[in-house]
């Protein structure tokens, strides 16, 4: 069975500039997260869904970061207008339903010169 | 607000020695705790979760984790640690809701 898979694998930018993250799930998993992991730190949770809803986004910087899941399967990660405090791992991850044991991808590293 | 506290940035341990990797929970409840292992650009990979009941879980790859509730602790253990234990190792809890808190994680380093 496919695991997490994310692209790109690495991002290097200049601030202002835009970057979108691609995550596609595990197949049949309801709840798709995306987590920011600095340098050094522990993930840090972004926003959730469970199918094509948010469940919760309140850590999401909502003027510059956005996220979607339309079809409840696949997963975008958008900043707008990158920040050198954006640099970090972005690190997708999902669940099957009524679990909570979370299966995290390989990661995307974002670099903002 | 809910934290996870690995208070060992770092450890190093000799190959075949025991290893404790200890992590601090907030939450006044009693929380779902984790361990999580993350290897060199991987993703983090689950190796034992606990559940309210028996507080020593067994995990993979021999790993095992005690829950205290007098002390707010689920610190990792292992009789025996192999060079492919290297890694960094992250504590997590998850009070219910779905959110998981992740310590800032602890780096481990095997030597021979």
């Known amino acids: 069975e496919a695991g997490v898979t994310q692209s790109p694998r690495y991002a290097v930018l200049q601030e202002g500039q835009a970057v979108s993250f691609w995550c596609d799930p595990i197949?049949?998993?309801?709840?798709l997260y995306w987590y920011q992991q600095p340098r050094d730190q522990g993930p840090q949770l972004l926003v959730y869904?469970?199918?094509?809803?948010?469940?919760?986004n309140s850590q999401l910087p909502s003027d510059r970061f956005s996220a979607v899941r339309p079809k409840g399967t696949n997963s975008t990660l958008k900043i707008q207008s990158a920040k050198q405090g954006d640099t970090a791992t972005y690190l997708c991850?999902?669940?099957?339903?009524?679990?909570?044991?979370?299966?995290f991808g390989p990661g995307t590293r974002l670099l903002v010169l | 607000a809910q934290s996870v506290t690995q208070p060992d940035a770092r450890v190093t341990v000799s190959e075949g020695a025991s290893l404790q990797l200890r992590c601090k929970y907030s939450?006044?409840?009693?929380?779902?705790l984790f361990w999580y292992v993350q290897y060199p650009r991987q993703g983090l990979q689950l190796l034992l979760k606990?559940?309210?009941?028996?507080?020593v879980v067994q995990g993979v790859n021999g790993f095992e984790a005690e829950f205290s509730k007098s002390n707010s602790s689920f610190h990792l253990r292992k009789a025996s640690v192999h060079w492919s234990d290297w890694a960094v190792y992250f504590c997590?809890?998850?009070?219910?809701?779905?959110?998981?808190?992740f310590g800032k994680g602890t780096s481990l380093t095997v030597i021979p």
């Open positions: 991850a999902s669940s099957f339903p009524g679990e909570d044991t979370q299966y």
């Open positions: 197949s049949g998993h309801d709840t």
């Open positions: 869904f469970r199918d094509e809803a948010v469940i919760d």
């Open positions: 939450y006044f409840g009693t929380p779902y």
């Open positions: 606990y559940y309210p009941g028996d507080p």
């Open positions: 997590a809890e998850n009070t219910g809701y779905q959110n998981f808190y």
